[in-house]
T-cell receptor, first 113, second 117 residues
Framework: QQQVKQSPQSLIVQKGGISIINCAYE??????FPWYQQFPGKGPALLIA?????SEKKEGRFTISFNKSAKQFSLHIMDSQPGDSATYFC????????????FGTGTRLQVTL | DTGVSQDPRHKITKRGQNVTFRCDPI?????LYWYRQTLGQGPEFLTY????????KSRLLSDRFSAERPKGSFSTLEIQRTEQGDSAMYLC???????????????FGAGTRLSVL
């Protein structure tokens, strides 16, 4: 049973473009939604996170948009750079950050020159 | 290096053999998590500890799997009688849990890649 659905599976964006990755969840008890970035041979690293009491959070070139009624959230990467090429995972957890993470299936992003 | 450390990085074993992985968390972190990641999938939760107490185990964790954190520091994950379906990346993460409302960011290690032949 996949509780967090992520799309697209892969994404190719030109340098300077906007990368958009979408996730949808089913469990209404989820109340913490982080995005992790994973480079080959490395473990996932926290990129940005949001709680459902806000609809948007921005950190530098990275923005999370959150739609509680639709149970959807998305990651926008503005001015995408080749160094952003990685696999991105959305995740969710109950009880804020004090619980296990349920991950999406991942999006492999390639930023071309 | 003060990050989460996992050993070994790669393990190749024959079906039916036992394997053990080690995870050393960030030194002051009281929570330690194990996840499993198969190719093309996101990490799946296996179990977690707060100090030496194992607080939750996933249904994915069959009786062939056992995890320990004997002194609340490093942790081991043992798989007995390995099967080809156990082939995956095993990720360890740690966090400093203070309270439910405080940040509890999980920091991941690079993982142990297990191949069962």
């Amino acid at each position: 049973q996949q509780q967090v659905k992520q799309s697209p599976q892969s994404l190719i964006v030109q340098k300077g473009g906007i990368s958009i990755i979408n996730c949808a969840y089913e469990n209404t008890a989820f109340d913490y939604f982080p995005w992790y970035q994973q480079f080959p041979g490395k473990g996932p690293a926290l990129l940005i996170a949001i709680r459902p009491d806000v609809s948007e959070k921005k950190e530098g070139r990275f923005t999370i948009s959150f739609n509680k009624s639709a149970k959807q959230f998305s990651l926008h990467i503005m001015d995408s750079q080749p160094g952003d090429s990685a696999t991105y995972f959305c995740a969710a957890s109950e009880a804020g950050t004090a619980s296990k993470l349920t991950f999406g299936t991942g999006t492999r992003l390639q930023v071309t020159l | 290096d003060t990050g989460v450390s996992q050993d070994p990085r790669h393990k190749i074993t024959k079906r039916g053999q036992n394997v053990t992985f080690r995870c050393d968390p960030i030194s002051e972190h009281n929570r330690l998590y194990w996840y499993r990641q198969t190719l093309g999938q996101g990490p799946e939760f296996l179990t977690y500890f707060q100090n030496e107490a194992q607080l939750e185990k996933s249904r994915l964790l069959s009786d062939r799997f056992s995890a320990e954190r004997p002194k609340g520091s490093f942790s081991t994950l043992e798989i007995q009688r390995t099967e080809q379906g156990d082939s995956a990346m095993y990720l360890c993460a740690s966090s400093l849990f203070v309270s439910v409302i405080a940040k509890n960011i999980q920091y991941f290690g690079a993982g142990t890649r297990l191949s069962v032949l």
